[in-house]
């Protein structure tokens, strides 16, 4: 039973256009929703996050949407830079003003930018 | 520079073998967790721990053992009782729950087990 879906393995870019990717989500108990990035034989980093209280979060180049009463996140790049090639992890949690430690991870998109 | 550590970045054992995987962090965070790899699967818990001296059970446990001591470390054994032990393992750790903020990882141990 997978709570947090990526329904693209994969997403291909020209550079300096832009890349959506995508996230959709079944447990309507999530409430704090993250972006992890991840080069080969490294851990994740972390890029940007959103609360459900927002629907928009922006950090630079990058911005998170979320649409709850569709269950949706995309995570929108602009402009795709060579760098930004790497596999991009959707993840939620439940209850953000509370104690919950456990994160939801989906299977990942892997964005590759093209020069 | 504050970090987590993870240590060896590759291990080799035979079946059978319970091994155990190492984890230090000086961001002197409460929480630390144990996430596997494994192709197209995206990252799945395998325990996690809030405080010392007190940990749960992820999505994951079964053939896994953790202990958390000090606050600074948190290693994982595999057992030979992990049908499928095989994978990337990563270690991470936060100040606070998730909701709160967002989890720190390290490069990983890619444990092979023939």
């Known amino acids: 039973d997978q709570q947090v879906k990526q329904n693209s393995p994969s997403l291909s870019v020209q550079e300096g256009r832009i890349s959506i990717l995508n996230c959709d989500y079944t447990?309507?108990?999530?409430?704090?929703f993250l972006w992890y990035k991840k080069y080969p034989a490294e851990g994740p980093t972390f890029l940007i996050s959103?609360?459900?209280?927002?629907d928009k979060n922006e950090d630079g180049r990058f911005t998170v949407f979320l649409n709850k009463s569709a269950k949706h996140l995309s995570l929108h790049i602009v402009p795709s830079q060579p760098g930004d090639s790497a596999v991009y992890f959707c993840?939620?949690?439940?209850?953000?003003?509370?104690?919950?430690?456990?994160?939801?991870f989906g299977k990942g998109t892997l964005l590759t930018v093209n020069p | 520079d504050g970090g987590i550590t993870q240590s060896p970045k590759y291990l080799f054992r035979k079946e059978g073998q319970n091994v155990t995987l190492s984890c230090e962090q000086n961001?002197?965070?409460?929480?630390m967790y144990w996430y596997r790899q494994d192709p197209g699967q995206g990252l799945r818990l395998i325990y996690y721990?809030?405080?010392?001296?007190?940990?749960q059970k992820g999505d994951i446990a079964e053939g896994y053992s953790v202990s958390r001591e000090k606050k600074e470390s948190f290693p994982l054994t595999v057992t030979s009782a992990q049908k499928n032990p095989t994978a990337f393992y990563l270690c991470?750790?936060?100040?606070?729950?998730?909701?709160?903020?967002?989890?720190?990882f390290g490069n990983g141990t890619r444990l092979t087990v023939t």
């Open positions: 991470a750790s936060s100040p606070r729950p998730v909701g709160g903020s967002p989890l720190h």
């Open positions: 447990n309507s108990m999530f409430d704090y």
């Open positions: 959103i609360s459900s209280i927002k």
């Open positions: 993840a939620a949690s439940e209850d953000s003003g509370g104690s919950n430690y456990k994160l939801t």
């Open positions: 961001l002197n965070h409460d929480a």
């Open positions: 721990s809030q405080i010392v001296n007190d940990f």
